[in-house]
């Protein structure tokens, strides 16, 4: 009898908190890695347009670095249903769950999903001192050279991480490359540029100024077709068009709170997200990013959920296959 009055004052507190939500509490958006990265502009670029958008909000950013993004995650997962606790990340939440033998928490179970914010291309790119200035060049290079090559990541379970690997995978080049992982994306570029390593595969939301400025060389970008509407990239060929059959790889992000929070606090979070996925602003500085803001099914929950299931489904044998994982 006792533990049904504690849940059902508990359920109380819920309703009452999400008939006042926000308040004055500020909604903190957890991002799992360092700031400055991409994942954490795309963070901040959203919160700003969601406080217009959700009366009295306050958004702050917090920055949970380490283990391939999942300890931030499972910070959010372990927080208090309450709204006030969300979690920004990408493609990390399905490549996760193939790259970890061991999880804290499950991707599909333990978090309400909020919605997609954003397409992004990746690139996969060379230090400025690589002889070769085409993908068919780069190829030939990788063959007379690939014993003494090698590809920087920004840490395990990255975007640059997975792209590495699925990209060596399908060259069949991951046996001839050393692997050099960073603690970020900007040290693993900063190499690059400095030619301390030879290779990367990056988010344009990292790479396209550097790319503009000439100090790196790009190749190719991961996605089906060519980026015909990017004023930059669109010269730059598709893996799939350079003959890497099926290569579509994109990362994405979207937008997360714990399990159980309130369905009217559910909402409300959905709602001022899509409003800020077309506030004009926010879609400038994403374009300027190279990002794609999401438009379609994937930004209501259930959308977005079966998007992850399927990348889940989609990532985890090809990252099996590659054979790189950690507890």
């Known amino acids: 009898m006792k533990r049904l009055l504690v849940?059902?004052?508990?359920?109380?507190?819920?309703?009452?908190?999400?008939?006042?939500?926000?308040?004055?509490?500020?909604?903190?958006?957890?991002?799992?890695?360092?700031?400055?990265?991409?994942?954490?502009?795309?963070?901040?670029?959203?919160?700003?347009?969601?406080?217009?958008?959700?009366?009295?909000?306050n958004f702050v950013v917090e920055n949970v670095n380490g283990a391939g993004g999942t300890i931030g995650a499972t910070k959010v997962a372990k927080a208090a249903p309450d709204g006030h606790t969300l979690l920004v990340w990408h493609i990390g939440m399905a490549a996760t769950a193939g790259l970890y033998r061991k999880l804290q928490y499950k991707p599909l179970e333990?978090?309400?999903?909020?919605?997609?914010?954003n397409d992004v291309p990746m690139t996969l790119i060379g230090?400025?001192?690589?002889?070769?200035?085409?993908?068919?060049?780069?190829?030939?290079?990788?063959?007379?050279?690939?014993?003494?090559?090698?590809i920087a990541h920004a840490g395990l379970g990255s975007a640059s991480h997975l792209c590495g690997l699925m990209w060596?995978?399908?060259?069949?080049?991951?046996?001839?490359?050393?692997?050099?992982?960073?603690?970020?994306?900007a040290p693993a570029m900063t190499a690059l540029m400095g030619g301390q390593?030879?290779?990367?595969?990056?988010?344009?939301?990292?790479?396209?100024?550097?790319?503009?400025?000439?100090?790196?060389?790009?190749?190719?970008v991961t996605t089906a077709g060519r980026l015909n509407n990017h004023k930059l990239?669109?010269?730059?060929?598709?893996?799939?068009?350079?003959?890497?059959?099926?290569?579509?790889?994109?990362?994405?992000?979207?937008?997360y709170a714990p399990k159980g929070t309130p369905p009217a606090v559910l909402k409300?979070?959905?709602e001022a997200m899509k409003a800020a996925l077309k506030d004009p602003e926010f879609l400038k500085r994403q374009e300027a990013l190279g990002a794609v803001v999401v438009t379609d099914k994937r930004v209501d929950p259930e959308g977005h959920k079966a998007f992850v299931t399927a990348e889940i489904a989609k990532l985890k044998p090809a990252i099996e296959a590659a054979g790189k994982f950690a507890d």
Request: hydrophobic share 40%; with cysteine.
């Open 197 to 220: 390593v030879d290779l990367m595969c990056d988010q344009t939301t990292n790479t396209t100024q550097q790319i503009e400025a000439g100090r790196v060389k790009a190749f190719a």
């Open 168 to 185: 060596q995978s399908a060259v069949n080049a991951k046996e001839a490359m050393t692997t050099i992982p960073f603690n970020g994306t």
């Open 7 to 57: 849940l059902a004052a508990a359920s109380v507190a819920l309703f009452a908190q999400a008939q006042t939500y926000p308040g004055t509490k500020p909604i903190t958006l957890v991002v799992p890695f360092a700031a400055g990265g991409p994942t954490d502009l795309v963070a901040r670029q959203l919160g700003e347009a969601m406080r217009k958008t959700l009366p009295g909000s």
């Open 127 to 150: 230090k400025p001192q690589l002889p070769a200035n085409t993908y068919r060049d780069f190829e030939n290079y990788i063959r007379a050279n690939g014993g003494a090559l090698n």
């Open 268 to 270: 409300q979070l959905n």
């Open 110 to 117: 333990d978090f309400e999903y909020l919605g997609m914010i």
């Open 233 to 255: 990239l669109k010269d730059y060929p598709s893996l799939q068009e350079m003959g890497l059959k099926g290569f579509n790889l994109t990362v994405w992000h979207g937008m």
